[in-house]
T-cell receptor, first 110, second 114 residues
Framework: GQQVMQIPQYQHVQEGEDFTTYCNSS?????IQWYKQRPGGHPVFLIQ?????EVKKQKRLTFQFGEAKKNSSLHITATQTTDVGTYFC??????????FGKGTRLHILP | DSGVTQTPKHLITATGQRVTLRCSPR?????VYWYQQSLDQGLQFLIQ???????AKGNILERFSAQQFPDLHSELNLSSLELGDSALYFC?????????????FGEGSRLTVL
């Protein structure tokens, strides 16, 4: 069936290092969204990408949507302790089902 | 505060029992989504309602059912509970469909089945 794969599942970085998580879909997505869930919290919307090859930036966060609209990435520059959490990508699949990746859990080492 | 309200926040019950989780979407949002999040797992899509009608269905067990009422609040009913049903259940809402914008998540209902 249709899947959205996220890698890595876990990532430990030193504070100040960069971090990237990747999202790959088995099918073309009309759009992709990214969410952040802090420990003990609920997912919070970060951004939506719609266009092929689209790149959007939010301060230290850079989001990309692949040319084929089957993959996406989130890159954080110079991580801070406030970046701790799990980052999910999500896209609308066939039959209007909303598919979330399993997420990448980011740990920041001080 | 996302504007989505879920009750109860915590629920402990026994196997075989039935529970109802309630969700009030943000004012003006027509779509309600239910997700299940088990320990160290991602968000499993259960079901979506739009303006009172079922819109999309995910891997929702037959023991689970949901509905959206005329006032747009939604309830998720879980019956014949099993230990494996222990999870965090999120409700989310959006103005229209997922593809048109962000989902606003509630704080979740943590269900523990003993």
């Amino acid at each position: 069936g249709q899947q959205v794969m996220q890698i890595p599942q876990y990532q430990h970085v030193q504070e100040g290092e960069d971090f990237t998580t990747y999202c790959n879909s088995s099918t073309t997505l009309s759009n992709i969204q990214w969410y952040k869930q802090r420990p003990g919290g609920h997912p919070v919307f970060l951004i939506q990408l719609v266009k092929s090859g689209e790149v959007k930036k939010q301060k230290r966060l850079t989001f990309q949507f692949g040319e084929a609209k089957k993959n996406s990435s989130l890159h954080i520059t110079a991580t801070q302790t406030t970046d701790v959490g799990t980052y999910f990508c999500a896209g609308p699949g066939r039959d209007d089902k909303i598919i979330f990746g399993k997420g990448t859990r980011l740990h920041i080492l001080p | 505060d996302s504007g989505v309200t879920q009750t109860p926040k915590h629920l402990i019950t026994a196997t075989g029992q039935r529970v109802t989780l309630r969700c009030s979407p943000r004012s003006g949002d027509l779509s309600v989504y239910w997700y299940q999040q088990s320990l160290d797992q991602g968000l499993q899509f259960l079901i979506q309602y739009y303006n009172g009608e079922e819109r999309a269905k995910g891997n929702i067990l037959e023991r689970f059912s949901a509905q959206q009422f005329p006032d747009l609040h939604s309830e998720l009913n879980l019956s014949s509970l099993e230990l494996g049903d222990s999870a965090l259940y999120f409700c989310a809402s959006s103005v229209e469909d997922f593809s048109t914008g962000e989902l606003f998540f509630g704080e979740g209902s943590r269900l523990t089945v003993l």
